[in-house]
Nanobody, 123 residues
């Protein structure tokens, strides 16, 4: 496992943008972003294979959010554009230090989790 720390959350108006970052304490094979709105299940929204840069997005964010690799210590970011109130949620960074069972958008595919950062979008 690795220690993960998210940053960059906040409050914006509809149509605004935010950029989230995730710092990791060690090696990660692949990473993902999840979000959980009040009363809803945690949803996988983006996946990045750290070595290759290969990405996958949930339909709910495709075309608006971009996940990418950054530096060695902050290996993952999430650029969020065209935000709307339905994007309001706690956003979590997740990582796997080795291959794990499960689909990219399932929690079982990851062995490390951050504490989350809140994103609030108002109309």
């Amino acid at each position: 496992q690795v220690q993960l720390v998210e940053s960059g959350g906040g409050s914006v108006r509809t149509g605004g943008s935010l950029r989230l970052s995730c710092a990791a304490s060690g090696y990660t094979l692949y990473m993902g972003w999840f979000r959980q709105a009040p009363g809803k299940e945690r949803e996988g929204i983006a996946f990045v294979h750290i070595e290759s840069g290969y990405t996958i997005y949930a339909d709910s964010v495709k075309g608006r959010f971009t996940a990418s690799r950054d530096s060695a210590k902050t290996p993952l970011s999430l650029q969020m554009n065209s935000l709307n109130p339905e994007d309001t949620a706690m956003y979590y960074c997740a990582a796997a230090t080795g291959p794990r069972p499960g689909h990219w958008d399932q929690e079982s595919a990851y062995d490390s989790w951050g504490q989350g950062t809140q994103v609030t979008v108002s109309s």
